[in-house]
């Protein structure tokens, strides 16, 4: 049936708002950190929910988050990012 990105997306959307209502202090602290959550999606499927930050070398920290239904998806998650400079402002 394979990974439906609709849900997908909402669960990385969801994920990544919650980052956005921290700060770039709060971004710092998550470098080298995954998060890995199981969570039902809508539809009643589990997914996978991978999340973690990584520093682009210029000061800004990308957040990214990747969901896979355990399924072929696996090998190709739905991603989504943000990324956030020194000054808390988000990178477009």
Not at 25 to 42: A, F, P, T
Not at 60 to 85: N, Q, T, W, Y
């Amino acid at each position: 049936m394979g990974l439906d990105k609709e849900i997908a997306a909402q669960l990385a959307e969801a994920r990544l708002a919650e980052w956005r209502r921290t700060g770039y202090d709060e971004w710092r602290e998550m470098l080298d950190n995954k998060e890995c959550r199981l969570v039902v999606g809508e539809d009643g499927k589990r997914y996978t929910v991978v999340s973690y930050a990584i520093d682009d070398g210029e000061g800004r920290i990308r957040l990214s988050v990747a969901v896979d239904d355990g399924g072929l998806s696996a090998l190709v998650p739905l991603v989504r990012d943000e990324l956030m400079s020194p000054d808390g402002t988000f990178v477009t």
